[in-house]
């Protein structure tokens, strides 16, 4: 079974800082583009950052300065460093993939289960 498994959500007061981090385990031959969404309470799921196989990031406006996404090719993890967090970034935290399964040419877009963070005094 092909899946993402999501770790390092909680509560941390505004300012603070979280690393959330997402692994991908199962029969996979390789992985394209990897990121983190988030969806806050009565709002859509947005976008927060990307990064390429090759390590080229993209990032919200919103984040930007304050969150850095970075991957681990070889051990299929991606993380999501969070500092001078706002209560603005208070969501369920999702990691996404673009995988090839192992055997096949088929790509298969994974979504982890999600991760509450919430930043709050």
């Known amino acids: 079974q092909v899946q993402l498994v999501e770790s390092g959500g909680g509560l941390v007061q505004p300012g603070g800082s979280l690393r959330l981090s997402c692994a991908a385990s199962g029969s996979i031959f390789s992985i394209n583009a990897m990121g983190w969404y988030r969806q806050a309470p009565g709002k859509q799921r947005e976008l927060v950052a990307t990064?390429?196989?090759?390590?080229?990031?993209n990032y919200v406006d919103s984040v930007k300065g304050r969150f850095t996404i970075s991957r681990d090719n070889a051990k299929m993890t991606v993380h999501l460093q969070m500092n001078s967090l706002k209560p603005e970034d208070t969501a369920v935290y999702y990691c996404n993939a673009d995988v090839v399964v192992g055997g096949t040419n088929r790509h298969l877009g994974l979504w982890g289960q999600g991760t509450l963070v919430t930043v709050s005094s």
């Open positions: 990064i390429t196989s090759g390590g080229s990031t």
